[in-house]
DNA sequence: CAAGTATTTGGCTATTCGGTAAAATAGCCA
DNA sequence: TGGCTATTTTACCGAATAGCCAAATACTTG
């Protein structure tokens, strides 16, 4: 593979393995309907809130997610709503 | 999580964690032009056969390839060319 | 500054993944 | 059948990932 299109797949396959994760899945779900603070989030999910944190680093490294700081709370919300699009496309697989 | 929920992200997950790795993408960007059968996507790749057969069994188990053969050889296809749509969304993001 | 709340980071373990080489399987043809 | 080609499977190893707990950090309020 040429090195050009190698880095340009690295790049797009670092963005998609970010997304592959259900509780990835369901936190960028939640935040498309609208922006969230991490105790939220935690409360969605039901695991510990470390875990949350670091399933959020891992979207924010992505460029998927953004937050806002506002007090204690950090909210944060989707960068890019169209990367949900395709679910429709993928849950029409037969498998 | 509800149970519900959970296996529903679950099954997406599994799809989009087996679109999430460079080789992988560069075989199905290969197979949306044409079927190809795999020793010409080991010369596209440059990897090891044994590696690029077990790409196309995570392909396969995410139900986003099929096969035909001919003969000796195995024609890959892409069973949902829409899966790919969406790279134009996520090369446009910022990281 | 001290105490309290929200979140991240570090450290640990168990599991999964990616790659290679060697062996096994599948189909073709003499 | 036996040899040949294409592909998959198995076994193995090092690297990466996911989850939890405990400690650290960021900010607010008294």
Same mark, same amino acid.
């Given at each position: 593979m040429k090195t050009r299109t190698k880095d340009y797949y690295v790049a797009q396959a670092a963005v998609i393995k970010a997304m592959g994760h259900p509780t990835r899945l369901l936190i960028l779900n939640s935040l498309k309907k609208k922006e969230t603070c991490v105790c939220e989030l935690r409360d969605l999910v039901g695991d510990d809130i470390s875990t949350i944190s670091k399933h959020l680093l891992v979207l924010r490294k992505a460029g998927l997610v953004a937050s806002r700081r506002e007090g204690n709370w950090l909210h944060y919300r989707l960068? @890019?709503? @169209?990367?949900?699009?395709?679910t429709g496309c993928i849950a029409g697989l037969k498998r």
């Open positions: 960068t @890019c709503p @169209c990367v949900l699009d395709f």
